[in-house]
């Protein structure tokens, strides 16, 4: 149980064009999601908490008009970047939170999406 | 969120027990330490996690000293499939903000 996937697990783009990345959680109802970023030889740094039904929640620095974040669902959550730029490549991985453990929910990860901007 | 502190780096050989240490001197007493690790490329798997108690699950054992302040992941018999970085992070328990703080973690190298 608990499985996150993401799609598409991989893509390169051109620079100046928009690319949206999928979250879903298979076999649980996710309240919450989570988006992260990570850099070769970084760790995770988390750019937004995304609610089922509400906007999203950005981590200072995190440009919202750039990586838009819907959570249509409570199964499903997109991040879009718009107007990918080389900077913008990297390794995004998002978690979704399960509240089947009482008083501690912990996330499950999904398996990252590779992006590369050319 | 408490600050934890891991080695960098370190080396188990295939079969033995791997011991990973974490330092959370801050941490509060309603933060739960949990355990996350990292396979290159892949996303974060939880691994397992505990509030005072010593933990035990199919993975792996937590173990939590008396004051808190720190704990130590044990794989009973490390394999190569392993390796990878490990996550110590202490997060508050409950409310609304489920946030994850990852640090730099330990990078465990099991070697055959």
């Known amino acids: ?118 | 969120d408490a600050k934890t502190t891991q080695p960098p780096s370190m080396d188990c050989a295939e079969g033995r027990a791997a011991n990973l240490p974490c330092n959370h001197s801050t941490i509060s007493g309603n933060e739960y330490v949990y355990w996350y690790r990292q396979i290159h490329s892949q996303g974060p798997q939880y691994i397992i996690h505990g509030l005072k108690n010593n933990e035990t699950n199919e993975m792996a054992s937590l173990i939590i000293t008396e004051d808190r302040k720190s704990s130590t992941l044990i794989l009973p018999h490390a394999t190569l499939r392993d390796t990878a970085v490990y996550y110590c992070i202490v997060r508050v328990a409950g409310g609304s903000n489920y946030k994850l703080t990852f640090g730099k973690g330990t990078l465990l190298t099991v070697n055959p």
């Open chain 1, 1 to 118: 149980g608990a499985v996150v996937s993401q799609h598409p697990s991989w893509v390169i783009c051109k620079s100046g064009t928009s690319v949206k990345i999928e979250c879903r959680s298979l076999d649980f109802q996710a309240t919450t999601m989570f988006w992260y970023r990570q850099f070769p030889k970084q760790s995770l740094m988390l750019m937004a908490t995304s609610n089922e039904g509400s906007k999203a929640t950005y981590e200072q620095g995190v440009e919202k008009d750039k990586f838009l974040i819907n959570h249509a669902s409570l199964t499903l959550s997109t991040l879009t970047v718009t107007s990918a730029h080389p900077e913008d490549s990297s390794f995004y991985i998002c978690s979704a939170k399960t509240s089947r453990t009482s008083g501690s929910g912990e996330q499950f990860f999904g398996p990252g999406t590779r992006l590369t901007v050319l």
